[in-house]
């Protein structure tokens, strides 16, 4: 049993090093059955599969369902946000400070029509390309110098019928390779909190 000495010196160490072993993890979408499966609820659905394969579940919590696991002494906070896409930077901003998350420890998941389908671009800051969800991100947060996850789902779509590609469901041939690129998406993330962001990117980029 530690000493009350000792017992401080530990609260100390754990107060002085979890913050930077902290990382808060947001897939962006929209609530709801009738958006479970659509491409603009890719952010939803990678953090689905990493909260599977790490054994969690999602808790309904104030702007979103949480979930938590720890991975090579590391903490990964996923939120799934319950603001709806165009409001999403409410939850990100409120997250990140009741969980005392550092900015470069942040990681945005999103969808992207610039993107083959499939293909991961991770960055640690940029415009937010037309996309609603990341463009409140940005305001919320006052800066654009936070890392965003783009999962491409391709721009297959005809003149003016770019919402209801994004809002439509996945494809045969789509539906098949999900799985895979959901696999790989996972082991990005965890990549991000463990091996780094230079590392992550140099890995997963263009994957």
Do not use: C
């Amino acid at each position: 049993m530690l000493s009350y000495f000792g017992r401080i010196l530990s609260q100390k160490k754990k107060e002085n090093i979890d913050p930077m072993k902290k990382f808060l993890i947001v897939g962006l979408g929209n609530i709801g059955p009738k958006y479970e499966e659509t491409r603009h609820n890719i952010g939803f659905k990678i953090l689905d599969q990493l909260a599977e394969e790490e054994e969690v579940t999602f808790e309904t919590v104030k702007l979103g369902d949480r979930a938590e696991f720890k991975f090579k002494g590391r903490t990964f906070v996923l939120l799934k946000p319950s603001t709806f896409m165009n409001l999403s930077g409410k939850a990100v901003n409120y997250w990140m400070q009741k969980e005392k998350v550092s900015l470069e420890n942040i990681m945005i998941v999103t969808d992207d029509l610039n993107l083959p389908f499939g293909t991961i671009r991770i960055k640690t800051k940029g415009s937010d390309g037309g996309h609603n969800g990341l463009k409140d991100v940005q305001a919320q947060l006052n800066t654009s110098k936070y890392t965003r996850f783009r999962f491409g789902i391709s721009d297959k779509f005809s003149k003016g019928n770019q919402i209801d590609y994004v809002l439509g469901e996945w494809n045969n041939d789509e539906i098949a390779e999900l799985p895979e690129r959901l696999k790989t998406s996972a082991a990005a993330i965890r990549s991000f909190g463990t091996a780094g962001i230079n590392n992550t990117m140099n890995e997963f980029n263009g994957k």
